[in-house]
Structures are given as C-alpha cells and as structure tokens.
DNA sequence: CTTATAACCTAGTAGTTCTATAGGTTAATA
DNA sequence: TATTAACCTATAGAACTACTAGGTTATAAG
C-alpha cells in the first residue's frame, strides 16, 4: 500500500505541474484544493526541495516550482524519495537492497523468484510514466 | 512492502507443494526448515487453512496439506487473503475498493491512473503465476 | 486406556510506522 | 516595518507488525 505521505506528495507534484512554467505554487493552495492537512504537505514538499525535484521561494508570491520538465521526472525517482524502495521484499530491491535472514539461498527462493518479475513489470509502468504523463487533466 | 506474515506464508506454502501428494507437513519442520517462529507460522497456516488453501491432521503423523493441485492456486489469491489488496491505493482495488475521502474524482486523480496501471501489471504476474510455478526448486 | 503428538485457540505486548499537529524561526516582498 | 510563506524541530495518538505465552482439543501409537 502507498502511503498517504507518497499519495498527497505525487497530487502535488501534479498540481505544481500544471501551472504556467516556473511560476511558484503556495503550499496553501494546494492544501486547499487538493484537501491535504496543510502541515502534513509542508513536510513533504520539504523533502520534495531536498531531494531536488522542487525549489523555492520565500515570502509573498513566493512558493514551491518544478527544477526540470514534467518529462524528465519519471515515477520511480517520485516514489522511490517519497515511499522506498518499489520491489515488495528488500531482498530484489535495486536501490534498497538488504539480504533475508531467513533464507538460505536466494536462488531456491520462491518468494524471490516470484517477486523479481512483480518488481520488473511495476518498475516498467513506473518508469514509462513521467510526471507530464501523469499531470494531463 | 510484504509483511513477513505473507512471505512467511507463501514459503510455507511452497514447502508443502514439494512434498509427496498429500502427506501432511508438521509447522515444526516448516518452521526449522525455512527459519520461520513456530508460533508466528501456527498462526499463518491456520489461517490459510481457514480460507480453504490447506487441509490439516491432528496428532502423530499429522500436519498441514495442499486441498489442490499447486496448479490451481494462483498467486492472487494467496496474496489477497494473506496480504490483502494488491493494489497500492484502495481506490483502485478490486477486491477491496475503498473510495479516497481526499478526492474530488477518480476521473481527474493523477494517482489513480497511474495505480491503475501498476496493478493490472502486477495482477498479470501474480494471476499468470501458480503455487506449481514458483515451487520448482 | 494412556501417553505423546500436533493442530487449534485466545489473548497480549513490545516495537515500529504512519499521519499528522504544535509552535515556532528565517527570508523575501510590499 | 509588516506581511507573507517557506523552513525547522519536536511530539503524540493511532494503527499495524511480528511475534510470544499459555493453554485446549483431537488423533495415533503403544
């Protein structure tokens, strides 16, 4: 499941999208219009700047703004800052790799095996989606 | 992420497709074999018993057995009653469709178009694989 | 009939994560 | 100088995860 923090971060991003080129969006606005706690969306649109798909401007008119084209941020890079790692166990993660410690060999694994493909056919979708893709309505 | 409850299960469940055509499979051997607490499996497996994957004997020579063919069983519908939705947002869950309180519509939600696709992707796998797939080694 | 075995059942709990909220400070603009 | 809006730190309730404890019931073997 997608946490609400991942959710609300991909919605404003979107919404940031769709706004004549470069001009800053007030994270009140998108607050309001998207019906996400104020506060909570700060936090992430914090993180959003850290990680570098946002920059910032302070006082009035001020707001958040998009670094590079909606074409040029993929999903995966979203999801992964926001949420972690894509794969569903640590062990086929690309990015967030981390062994089991209960299984003997990854190769017998049957869980693993079957979660490789179910990592490969979700970062495919993810990683064809750019956020243009996904701002169009 | 995969609760260890679902991979735990799975694990167990491939287990028991490699074994002679239904001889029982005590949780004591699963557990040890596949490093899994005992107590915590107990709890999976009764629970796979009661949504109809498993059969079970009581005393010496009992356990747990497949009630079909490890052809049978896809992988959707272990996953569905051990992990839940497979989708990543309610919103677009089949089996579990929950309607977001945050949004206006469906229609227009950047998030769930892009869900959408990341679960039919990931529905394709987990329904083309079966228990007999991924229980080969 | 007794003992051992292994499933079955209920309850609880420590730890973590999630989803925020509170209450400020800093920097830019009018 | 006042206002605006981002920035920062800390905290807290609720839910969930991954178990553990401590039994009871049913079956099979001797």
């Not at 499941?1 to 769709?18: C, D, R």
């Not at 009140?28 to 700060?42: C, D, M, P």
């Not at 700047?49 to 670094?67: A, E, T, V």
Request: with cysteine; proline share 4%.
């Amino acid at each position: 499941m997608l946490s609400k923090k991942t959710k609300y971060g991909i919605k404003a991003l979107s919404f940031i999208a769709k706004q004549p080129e470069g001009k800053p969006v007030q994270t009140a606005e998108i607050s309001r219009t998207q019906n996400i706690s104020q506060k909570f969306l700060e936090s992430i649109l914090l993180e959003l700047r850290k990680s570098g798909f946002l920059g910032s401007k302070k006082g009035k008119g001020g707001g958040y703004y998009l670094i590079k084209e909606p074409e040029e941020i993929k999903m995966t890079a979203v999801i992964r800052i926001l949420e972690g790692p894509i794969a569903m166990v640590p062990c086929v993660s690309l990015n967030y790799y981390e062994k089991c410690r209960d299984c003997v060999s990854e190769e017998t694994c049957s869980v693993h095996a079957l979660m490789i493909q179910v990592r490969d056919s979700t970062l495919k979708v993810l990683g064809e989606n750019t956020l243009a893709d996904i701002a169009v309505k």
